[in-house]
T-cell receptor
Framework: DVKVTQSSRYLVKRTGEKVFLECVQD?????MFWYRQDPGLGLRLIYFSYDVKMKEKGDIPEGYSVSREKKERFSLILESASTNQTSMYLC??????????????FGNGTRLTVT | GQQVMQIPQYQHVQEGEDFTTYCNSS?????IQWYKQRPGGHPVFLIQ?????EVKKQKRLTFQFGEAKKNSSLHITATQTTDVGTYFCAGPSSGTYKYIFGTGTRLKVLA
């Protein structure tokens, strides 16, 4: 069974801090994704990666960066946290589109509060 | 950019009633996936549809992919309290890896 692990379930940070959210998957998946989830807005894609060291912007990349140095790990970085980045952050992984049925497997999420 | 809208945003039904959520994309999709998120949980994959006009069933759930591959629907027959949650559609625009999620439909089932 695929396991996607996010390092923290809850996180409280101060405005201006640099924040690292870590995600690790154990199924050798090529694709990894970072979403944020806010009420009424669904899941919005921040960044995704289809291979080690490869990354592409999603719909809301401003204020975020990512790192994928190893296949199993995808990190989301908030360079200077702001209160409007208070949200639930969800990491996911999947096989490439060419693999046929390619469900996204999600971690349990990190609820980040920026004060 | 690609947008995926779902209607309705909320739906309250009596147990035993049917429920339908509709998903509309601004661009053609390579495939459409559906997810269910229970309260306090994370989205869990339900199904993937690939072909134009495809219909798939999972027990009381019926999923349909539109002929133009830009819309989809999920229909639940005779809802149960275990169906409570938020249902999301998601799909990548043709030729991309970007899985864009719909805004979700939150279902509440009253016993």
């Amino acid at each position: 069974d695929v396991k996607v692990t996010q390092s923290s379930r809850y996180l409280v940070k101060r405005t201006g801090e640099k924040v690292f959210l870590e995600c690790v998957q154990d199924m050798d998946h090529e694709n990894m994704f970072w979403y944020r989830q806010d009420p009424g807005l669904g899941l919005r894609l921040i960044y995704f990666s289809y291979d080690v060291k490869m990354k592409e912007k999603g719909d809301i990349p401003e204020g975020y960066s990512v790192s994928r140095e190893k296949k199993e790990r995808f990190s989301l970085i908030l360079e200077s946290a702001s209160t409007n980045q208070t949200s639930m952050y969800l990491c996911a992984s999947s096989l490439p589109l060419t693999a046929g049925v390619t469900p996204l497997h999600f971690g349990n999420g990190t609820r980040l509060t920026v004060t | 950019g690609q947008q995926v809208m779902q209607i309705p945003q909320y739906q309250h039904v009596q147990e035993g009633e049917d429920f339908t959520t509709y998903c509309n994309s601004s661009t053609t999709l390579s495939n459409i996936q559906w997810y269910k998120q229970r309260p306090g949980g994370h989205p869990v994959f339900l199904i993937q549809l690939v072909k134009s006009g495809e219909v798939k069933k999972q027990k009381r759930l019926t999923f349909q992919f539109g002929e133009a591959k830009k819309n989809s629907s999920l229909h639940i027959t005779a809802t149960q309290t275990t169906d409570v949650g938020t249902y999301f559609c998601a799909g990548p625009s043709s030729g991309t890896y970007k899985y864009i999620f719909g805004t979700g439909t939150r279902l509440k089932v009253l016993a």
